[in-house]
């Protein structure tokens, strides 16, 4: 598709597309949500056509039709769309917390029948160190230009993991803290049992 006619003539001007090379392979957070991955071009009859899902619109019409033409029916328009890596690492740290949480989920002791249920309310029926890997590694994938991104792209998926982690793993582990802690001002249990509940407490404050 070549220039609108007389476009060079008349202004001089010619379009460039610039690419920028990383000095220190891709180490700035900044430079990894710019990663091109793919450039696409986008012919239209209109300057309002808009770019495929996940990529960018350069606002830039490469034939150059004047504005006293762009109402014309018959124009045609061609712009180049770009995608980048930004979302790439958005979903990796999306990954990495849902295999976090299938790998806990597979430590989690299902009860079954009424005592089966009061025992666990008694215990920790889970692996507390995959538990404390997730919380790790959702403080350590929001941190960042990347983190920054990510919360903004994942936010709602974020909520929905942390209301989960806290009603089936948090809630009846904080009660049982509570109930020992009773049982420690009244003198029914003893100093071992005591430091057990402190050391617990301190590791879901973490």
Not at 153 to 172: C, T
Not at 182 to 205: A, H, N, P
């Amino acid at each position: 598709m070549e220039q609108y006619a007389g476009v060079r003539e008349t202004n001089k001007k010619t379009v460039y597309l610039c690419f920028k090379c990383t000095q220190d392979s891709l180490k700035d957070e900044e430079e990894k949500k710019t990663l091109l991955l793919d450039i696409r071009p986008v012919f239209a009859k209109s300057p309002l056509a808009r770019p495929d899902l996940g990529y960018q619109k350069i606002d830039i019409d490469l034939r150059q039709t004047p504005k006293e033409f762009i109402k014309h029916p018959d124009n045609d328009y061609l712009y180049l769309t770009f995608k980048t890596g930004s979302h790439y690492y958005t979903n990796e740290r999306e990954l990495q917390l849902i295999m976090d949480l299938y790998q806990l989920e597979k430590t989690k002791v299902q009860p079954s029948g009424v005592e089966g249920i009061k025992a666990q309310e008694l215990a920790i029926e889970f692996d507390q160190t995959l538990l404390e890997r997730i919380f790790r590694n959702v403080k350590s994938a929001l941190e960042g230009p990347l983190g920054a991104s990510f919360y903004k792209d994942r936010k709602e998926f974020l909520v929905q993991l942390m209301f989960f982690l806290w009603k089936k793993y948090m809630v009846n582990q904080l009660s049982q803290i509570d109930h020992l802690l009773d049982q420690v001002l009244q003198g029914e249990i003893s100093i071992e049992v005591r430091f057990l509940s402190r050391k617990w407490s301190s590791t879901t404050r973490t």
